[in-house]
């Protein structure tokens, strides 16, 4: 038996703010929808993308 390790979602500050109830509005404001590579680099990410589900939506969409 395998125990599955828990999947850690990378947020935007924006969109971990959006969390509280007085600033749901904040994912509007979230503009990490790309991966960002670091120039002339091999697959190193200078920014990873925001992955909070409310992206993922607008994706399918």
């Given amino acids: 038996m395998t125990i599955a ?6 947020l935007s500050a924006e969109c971990a703010l ?4 007085a600033y749901r509005d904040m994912h509007q404001r979230c503009d990490q929808r790309e991966d ?5 680099s091999n697959g190193i990410l200078l920014q990873e993308r925001c992955k909070c589900r409310c992206h993922r939506q607008r994706r399918t969409r």
């Fill in 18 to 21: 959006a969390k509280q109830s």
């Fill in 5 to 10: 390790e828990p999947e850690y979602v990378t």
């Fill in 36 to 40: 960002i590579p670091l120039p002339h």
